[in-house]
């Protein structure tokens, strides 16, 4: 079974901090994709990121980054310089192999990210 | 503009009403899914649809029903809704099989049975 924690229930920071969010994922499929969606107080969700299994390069996006480690099975991410606009729920999802018939998006429950001014 | 529309955004009912929501993707995207949030759970997938005509149950398929007649439809429909189907719902697609591409998602239904 597919599975994937967010420890962080809820984080605060100031303005400026940098925060790391942390996903840990669980999977037995060796082909697999990870993502990161924000869903900011109106309620949509919107993609950030996605990567897969054979890609381990960190990534870099303005103030965003990812850092994907196998060894550790995790896809954390960071906001450098964090925004009262970066408030939001973050979520980490693991989409498994569609050979193997794990095609469903699994989500992790979600970090609540609130900057302060 | 590539997206995925559903409706209502809000909708209020009462027990045992039946109701319907609405999904359409304007990608030719052959998956689909409905998905529901709820504090604290996340997001857990209710339907899927690899393609017409081809559905399947996700993790908590129990109160509702889909179906996939056309390519670029998928509708939520709950027969007799009850309280603990008050929750926040997205419909989702994606290319092929699966959300190993990017899945795009609709806006989200926030239903309320009271």
């Known amino acids: 079974a597919q599975k994937v924690t967010q420890a962080q229930t809820e984080i605060s920071v100031v303005e400026k901090e940098d925060v790391t969010l942390d996903c840990v994922y669980e999977t037995r499929d060796t082909t697999y994709y990870l993502f990161w969606y924000k869903q900011p107080p109106s309620g949509e969700l919107v993609f950030l990121i996605r990567r897969n299994s054979f890609d381990e390069q960190n990534e870099i996006s303005g103030r965003y980054s990812w850092n994907f480690q196998k060894s550790t099975s995790s896809f954390n991410f960071t906001i450098t310089a964090s925004q009262v606009v970066d408030s939001a729920v973050y979520f980490c999802?693991?989409?498994?192999?569609?050979?193997?018939?794990?095609?469903?998006?699994?989500f992790g429950k979600g970090t609540k990210l609130t900057v302060n001014p | 503009e590539a997206q995925v529309t559903q409706n209502p955004r809000y909708l209020i009912t009462v027990t045992g009403k039946k109701l319907t929501v609405t999904c359409s993707q304007n990608?030719?995207?052959?998956?689909m899914s409905w998905y529901r949030q709820d504090p604290g759970l996340g997001l857990r997938q209710i339907y899927y649809?690899?393609?017409?005509?081809?559905?399947d149950k996700g993790d908590v398929p129990e109160g509702y029903k889909v179906s996939r007649k056309e390519k670029r439809n998928f509708p939520l429909i709950l027969e007799s809704p009850s309280p603990n189907q008050t929750s926040l719902y997205f419909c989702?697609?994606?290319?092929?099989?699966?959300?190993?591409?990017?899945?795009?998602f609709g806006q989200g239904t926030r239903l309320t049975v009271v």
């Open positions: 989702a697609s994606s290319l092929i099989g699966g959300h190993g591409t990017e899945a795009f």
């Open positions: 649809s690899m393609n017409v005509e081809v559905t």
């Open positions: 990608m030719n995207h052959e998956y």
């Open positions: 999802a693991l989409s498994g192999d569609p050979q193997g018939g794990s095609e469903k998006l699994v």
